[in-house]
């Protein structure tokens, strides 16, 4: 019994810890709350069947991203879009966006799936090119090319100006 009460104690610290930022991890790819709320339930259930042993905290913050990704992917092919919730809906349901926040969440959610990952875990989690390249399994050039596209993309959709920043 005590190992069961020890598995629940790390298993809620662990969605203490991580639970809001792979339900937004999930949320942007998904674009549906109830779908990415099954997702995260999903890489936590394969946190407890498992139950790796990580090197370090970024190792384990880094595993659970790459399961995020992964699981996403499957339900994709799982579903393949069938419980897709449009745009418009999305921003509906985010009532605490301001409008240019929503205008920017709709300027993001438009981008192609593999610019989406990319600035997701770049501008909102914070994790460098080198992470990314790392996290995605994509070579670091690569990323930066992401990036650099994708902000020229979101340039063009939001009226931006030329210039760099």
């Known amino acids: 019994m005590i190992k069961a009460d020890t598995d ?9 810890e991580y639970g809001d930022m792979l339900f937004r991890l999930c949320y942007v790819r998904l674009q549906n709350v109830q779908d990415a709320e099954d997702v ?11 139950l790796p042993d990580f090197q370090s905290q970024e ?8 399961v ?8 994709f092919k799982d579903f393949f879009r ?5 745009l418009e809906e999305l921003i509906h349901q985010q009532e605490e966006l301001t409008p240019d926040n929503s205008e920017v969440l709709e300027a993001v959610l438009s981008l192609p799936e593999k610019y989406r990952e990319a600035v997701y875990l770049y501008y909102y989690e914070g994790y460098t090119a080198v992470e990314i390249a790392h996290i995605l399994k994509k070579n670091k050039n690569t990323v930066y090319t992401l990036l650099t596209r994708s902000k020229q993309l979101l340039r063009e959709r939001l009226g931006g100006d030329d210039c760099e920043t």
């Open 82 to 86: 069938s419980h897709m919730v449009p």
């Open 8 to 16: 629940q104690q790390e298993l809620q610290l662990k969605i203490d």
């Open 59 to 66: 190792h384990e913050k880094a595993w659970f991203i790459r």
């Open 40 to 50: 995260v339930q999903e890489v936590f259930y394969q946190y407890l069947k498992s």
């Open 68 to 75: 995020t990704i992964n699981a996403c992917r499957d339900f």
